[in-house]
């Protein structure tokens, strides 16, 4: 096998953490002698063993003089875990492949330094451009503290969000509406606005999925409009967070009072939070206004084939001046789900 096939395996195993790192990286590594692999590991649970320990216990003394290929720069510092620079240093590791630098300024390069320092071997850059796509999220969470945004939305083939303002239209099938499922359990949170909440009253939790995490569910109600008895606020099937202007008394619901509740300032309080994956399933407004702002990484468009006319409301009412990028479109079940990513 090539170095690039061992990383490959690696950014494999990195996968295998997936939805369960946050606000983590998902890391893979795989330890080698010759053609032989003699030790791997992922990142399998926030606040567990990192890639690189995991995988130096599976190789144990062999890992004296082998060569480790890891997907993200191992860390310098001890947070829930110890520092895995110290644990290859300790191993006596002869050459460290590292896919991408991590952008976290605990560690931005300090990692690699120190590998350096004692005497390893270090080669950055190998599978990069596919460690960095692995980490979008993480990345990006990092960068702008704001969690990473994905706006679903279902429309008609007219591009109709609902058949008239105000009222609840159902337009996709069944399968989407577990893959919605799906999605949700996928995400540190969800968020709607005060009319989602008036007028569906969802309980915007994951019903259908294997997984049963349930994501904070975060609400904007900025002029506190939502009525106390709404399903959110009482039924306690997963967290709930209010973000508003006004202090309100609600049993088991976190409220953040701010005194300019704008996306800007709700995300960046978000990311405070260690919220890192935020999963907007609101109407037109806020999806103008996430689009608008420049806050969506990545759309979900869920198509359904039939016409709702004039009269219902459009996804969005102005147009956005970025565009973006068709990564997958698929058939599911009745209805075709369009993903993309922002240029």
């Given at each position: 096998m090539t170095d690039q096939q061992f990383m490959q395996f690696a950014l494999q195993l990195?996968?295998?953490?997936?939805?369960?790192?946050?606000?983590?990286?998902?890391?893979?590594?795989?330890i080698t002698k010759g053609e032989d692999i003699i030790?791997?590991?992922?990142?399998?649970?926030?606040?567990d063993a990192h890639a690189e320990v995991n995988a130096l216990k599976i190789a144990g003394d062999k890992a004296k003089g082998a060569n480790v290929y890891v997907t993200l720069e191992p860390c310098n510092h001890i947070g829930q875990t110890g520092?895995?620079?110290?644990?290859?240093?300790?191993?006596?590791?002869?050459?460290?492949?590292?896919?991408?630098?991590?952008p976290n300024p605990l560690v931005a390069g300090k990692g690699a330094r120190r590998l350096e320092e004692a005497g390893i071997a270090v080669s950055v850059g190998l599978c990069e451009?596919?460690?960095?796509?692995?980490?979008?999220?993480?990345?990006?969470?990092?960068?702008?503290?704001?969690?990473?945004?994905?706006?679903?939305?279902?429309?008609?083939?007219?591009?109709?969000?609902?058949?008239?303002?105000?009222?609840?239209?159902f337009i996709t099938g069944k399968k989407v509406k577990e893959d919605v499922h799906l999605a949700r359990s996928q995400h540190d949170a969800i968020l709607v606005g005060t009319n989602t909440v008036c007028i569906d009253d969802p309980s915007?939790?994951?019903?259908?999925?294997?997984?049963?995490?349930?994501?904070?569910?975060?609400?904007?109600?900025?002029?506190?409009?939502?009525?106390?008895?709404?399903?959110?606020?009482?039924?306690?099937?997963?967290?709930?967070?209010?973000?508003?202007?006004?202090?309100?008394?609600l049993p088991n619901v976190r409220v953040f009072v701010l005194d300019n509740c704008s996306l800007g300032n709700?995300?960046?309080?978000?990311?405070?939070?260690?919220?890192?994956?935020?999963?907007?399933?609101?109407?037109?407004?806020?999806?103008?206004?996430?689009?608008?702002?420049?806050?969506?990484?990545?759309?979900i468009t869920y198509v359904a084939p039939k016409l709702l006319g004039d009269s219902a409301l459009p996804m969005v009412t102005s147009a956005l001046p970025r565009p973006f990028t068709f990564d997958e479109v698929t058939r599911i079940g009745e209805d075709i789900k369009i993903t993309m990513t922002l240029k």
């Open positions: 990195a996968e295998t953490g997936k939805n369960q790192t946050s606000p983590n990286p998902l890391v893979g590594c795989v030790g791997f590991g992922a990142h399998l649970k926030a606040g520092a895995c620079v110290d644990a290859l240093i300790t191993a006596q590791v002869a050459h460290v492949f590292v896919a991408t630098l991590d451009t596919e460690a960095k796509a692995l980490n979008a999220p993480f990345f990006h969470f990092i960068s702008q503290h704001q969690p990473y945004v994905t706006l679903k939305q279902a429309i008609s083939l007219d591009g109709k969000i609902t058949a008239s303002e105000g009222e609840q239209t915007l939790t994951n019903r259908l999925s294997i997984t049963k995490k349930q994501p904070v569910r975060v609400i904007i109600d900025r002029f506190g409009k939502i009525k106390a008895n709404a399903t959110v606020f009482t039924d306690h099937a997963a967290p709930t967070w209010l973000f508003t202007t006004a202090p309100r008394d709700i995300l960046r309080r978000l990311a405070d939070e260690g919220i890192m994956t935020l999963y907007v399933e609101a109407g037109c407004g806020i999806a103008d206004a996430f689009l608008q702002q420049g806050f969506v990484q990545k759309m």
